[in-house]
C-alpha cells in the first residue's frame, strides 16, 4: 500500500525556536497533504490543507503566521512551527491523498513535538 | 454538517473474545467509510474501507459493512489479539468534494491475554 513518512519522528526544541517537519508520499504523487494535530487521547484535528503549488487552506483558529505549511513539489510538505511555546507541543500527522483520485487517506506516522 | 459517532471505549476484552466497535455516521449524498488503526505512539493506518452501500470492506481478520439503511459501518473481528490493542477510529469522506475526512473521536481496544 501508499507509503507516507514524516521527519523526524521525535523533535525537543527550546522555547521560541523553530521546527520544521517534513512529510513525503513515497510511493505516489500527492497533490493534497492535510496537517493534524493530536492531542493525548483524543482524535485528529485538522490543522490545514496542503495543495502542491499554491497557499495552504487553514482550518479557523490556526494561526497560519505560526505553522508554516509548503509544499512544494508533488511528494512533499512541510510545516514549520515558528517560534514554538510549550502550548504547541503536541503530536502532529500528515496525510496525503493519492493524485490518481481515490479518496483514501494514507497517514505519515507522526512527529512528537515538545517544547521545553 | 458531516458527522462519525462512535461507541465509547476503553473496550477491554479477553484474548479470542468477539469484537464489535459501533460506528454511525451522518452525512449527505453517499460517502466513502473507513477504519483506521492507531497504535501507541504512531500515526494512523488504514485498516479497511468502503466506498458504497452494502460494501463490505475486510483486512486482517477485521470486517465492516457499509450499512446505508442504518447509517452505520460496525468494526468486527471474529477473535482478537492481544496485538490487536489499539485506538480505532472511524472516518467518512465525502466524494467529490474537498476529501477531508471526518473523524469519530477513537475507540480504545485494550485486549488482555
Sequence with gaps: ?116 | GDSVTQMEGPVTLSEEAFLTINCTYTATGYPSLFWYVQYPGEGLQLLLKATKADDKGSNKGFEATYRKETTSFHLEKGSVQVSDSAVYFCALIKSGGSYIPTFGRGTSLIVHP
Design chain 1, 1 to 116: 500500500g501508499a507509503v507516507v513518512s514524516q521527519h523526524p519522528s521525535r523533535v525537543i526544541c527550546k522555547s521560541g525556536t523553530s521546527v520544521k517537519i517534513e512529510c513525503r508520499s513515497l510511493d505516489f504523487q500527492a497533490t493534497t497533504m492535510f496537517w493534524y494535530r493530536q492531542f493525548p487521547k483524543q482524535s485528529l484535528m485538522l490543522m490545514a490543507t496542503s495543495n502542491e503549488g499554491s497557499k495552504a487552506t487553514y482550518e479557523q483558529g490556526v494561526e497560519k503566521d505560526k505553522f508554516l505549511i509548503n509544499h512544494a513539489s508533488l511528494t512533499l510538505s512541510t510545516l514549520t512551527v515558528t517560534s514554538a511555546h510549550p502550548e504547541d507541543s503536541s503530536f502532529y500527522i500528515c496525510s496525503a491523498r493519492d493524485s490518481k483520485g481515490t479518496d483514501t487517506q494514507y497517514f505519515g506516522p507522526g512527529t512528537r513535538l515538545t517544547v521545553l
